[in-house]
Nanobody, 127 residues
Framework: QVQLLESGGGLVQAGGSLRLSCAAS????????MGWFRQAPGKEREFVAA????????IYTDSVKGRFTISRDNAKNTVYLQMNSLKPEDTAVYYC????????????????????WGQGTQVTVSS
């Protein structure tokens, strides 16, 4: 089991940047595929990005491609989400999640594929 703690959220103007961090407990961090999701008020939780166990493969939802970058540092048990050129529609609570069961070649976009979740961090982008 792993515990996840997000940080780095806040209020930023449109066009600005934020970097989210997700620190994981435990010694098996490198065995998890990691993902970032977000949930805006009144909407379902949606996939943002995912990264493979070794960090060599990443996927993104179309709306953030070219603006967001997911990365990880297995030595620090941390996954990051660098968010640039932020837009008001990026406003949401952002969650990191860990997938311990998917095969190495599969990066899932599905909420149900992830086994462990953090408590979330609020990102608000003003226009």
């Amino acid at each position: 089991q792993v515990q996840l703690l997000e940080s780095g959220g806040g209020l930023v103007q449109a066009g600005g940047s934020l970097r989210l961090s997700c620190a994981a407990s435990g010694r098996a961090f490198s065995s998890y595929i990691m993902g970032w999701f977000r949930q805006a008020p009144g909407k379902e939780r949606e996939f943002v990005a995912a990264i493979s166990r070794g960090g060599g493969n990443t996927i993104y939802t179309d709306s953030v491609k070219g603006r967001f970058t997911i990365s990880r540092d297995n030595a620090k048990n941390t996954v990051y989400l660098q968010m640039n050129s932020l837009k008001p529609e990026d406003t949401a609570v952002y969650y990191c999640a860990a997938d311990q069961t998917s095969p190495a070649i599969v990066l899932s976009r599905g909420v149900s594929r992830y086994d462990f979740w953090g408590q979330g961090t609020q990102v608000t982008v003003s226009s």
